[in-house]
């Protein structure tokens, strides 16, 4: 069992490591509008997100959402890397349990 664990506290360690890598961030969707749908003219761009409860969309300039697709997949990288700890972390905690 303590081999497990240590397998365990190690891809935790590693999961850290990932964290401190990521890069600027931030939650949403964008999504590619138009003024005229069926002409598909007027193109533009909204962010949609959540934060702290609060809905809001925000208009992205078309040269920016690039930074702005790299920056919602840098949250979405961060938010798998947490949740991955926190799985490792309950199986840790459980052999602790199980050992002690």
Do not use: C
Request: net charge positive.
């Amino acid at each position: 069992m303590q081999n497990n664990l240590g397998k365990i506290q190690e891809e935790i360690e590693d999961v850290k490591r990932q964290l401190l890598r990521v890069g600027d961030m931030r939650p949403g969707n964008l999504n590619q509008q138009f003024r005229k749908p069926k002409e598909k003219s007027g193109e533009y761009f909204q962010l949609n997100y959540t934060f702290k409860g609060r809905s809001r969309t925000e208009h992205v300039r078309k040269e920016n959402t690039d930074i702005i697709r790299s920056e919602i997949n840098e949250y979405q990288k961060s938010k798998d890397l947490y949740l991955r700890w926190v799985e490792l972390s309950i199986q840790a905690s459980k052999l602790r349990f199980k050992n002690g």
